[in-house]
């Protein structure tokens, strides 16, 4: 066995992908409880431990699509497809992980080991079988996220607004979307020769469910700011989230940037400050009463 390289396991990990995970925080941060350092400390466990099984399902899916990766122009380049990790290794590490997080959320709670489970085979299910399934490959996307706010939810034991848990659905599908629509534009018609679930979309498909999507998510957000104890103060957020929705589209449309969501929080500055602001507004309301 060829020696192990850590800084192409970490690029195995993919930790850029980890800020995804930050769907964990949300009960933390809207129940009112993030001075609780006891909650916020669990709340950051549960952080790591969904980025460490997150970073398992991405070993996972890049063993079983090592192929089709070696295909893609910008996936040829991952550890497993360029060489750099083997296929051992690589599934020796993701073993290992997965029964650190599997022992150390039981440590925490029951319920939490539950929906971290359910997290793990669900995306093993997705990356032998449901992710060939159209529109349920998507849905599978959006139900992690929701699995993400729940466990959340469990450490910080509150229970979330439907409008919120609503918005979480439909702002995970809003993305799934638009990465696949940027997996189309990118592939073109070598598309169905990488993924073969990209055969069933189209440009126009997509269009046509974020249609139907994209005004869903201010609507919603709209009806959990009407519905919340600080419903005067919260509907000032309601600009913020608009903007976001539209810079989005407008970087997907103009850019092409959907294929990789991490790269518009972190890379597009006007999009990233409209999510600040809106991020110090909800604080300022929940916590300082404004």
């Not at 066995?1 to 396991?9: A, E, P, S, T, V």
């Not at 104890?229 to 997907?252: A, C, E, H, K, N």
Request: aromatic letters at 12%.
């Amino acid at each position: 066995m060829k020696n192990l390289d850590m800084k192409y396991i970490l690029k195995l990990m993919r930790p850029k992908q980890w800020l995804k995970n930050v769907f964990v925080l949300a009960a933390l941060v809207f129940s009112g409880k993030f001075q609780n350092g006891h909650i916020l400390l669990l709340n950051l466990y549960v952080f790591i431990l969904f980025s460490l099984i997150s970073s398992a399902v991405y070993i996972l899916n890049d063993l079983v699509d090592v192929e089709k990766d070696k295909q893609h122009p910008q996936k040829k380049f991952r550890p497993i497809a360029s060489g750099k990790v083997s296929k051992s290794q690589a599934l020796a590490f993701e073993l290992i992980i997965v029964c650190i997080v599997l022992f150390t959320s039981y440590s925490i709670s029951l319920k939490l080991l539950v929906v971290l489970l359910t997290y793990y085979i669900m995306n093993i299910l997705y990356s032998f079988k449901l992710k060939n399934v159209v529109i349920v490959d998507v849905m599978i996307i959006t139900f992690g996220f929701v699995l993400r706010v729940i466990s959340g939810s469990i450490v910080t034991n509150v229970q979330l607004s439907p409008w919120l848990i609503l918005c979480t659905i439909l702002i995970s599908l809003f993305l799934a979307l638009n990465k696949r629509r940027s997996e189309i534009v990118t592939l073109k018609d070598k598309r169905g020769s990488h993924r073969k679930i990209l055969e069933e979309y189209s440009v126009e498909l997509i269009d046509s469910m974020l249609t139907i999507v994209t005004p869903s998510i201010l609507i919603t957000y709209c009806l959990y700011t009407f519905s919340s104890t600080q419903s005067r103060t919260m509907m000032i957020t309601i600009p913020f989230v608009l903007y976001g929705i539209f810079r989005y589209q407008y970087l997907v449309s103009k850019k092409n940037v959907g294929g990789k969501p991490e790269d518009v929080f972190q890379n597009d500055m006007p999009f990233l400050i409209d999510i600040v602001l809106w991020a110090v507004i909800i604080i300022a309301i929940i916590y300082f009463k404004l």
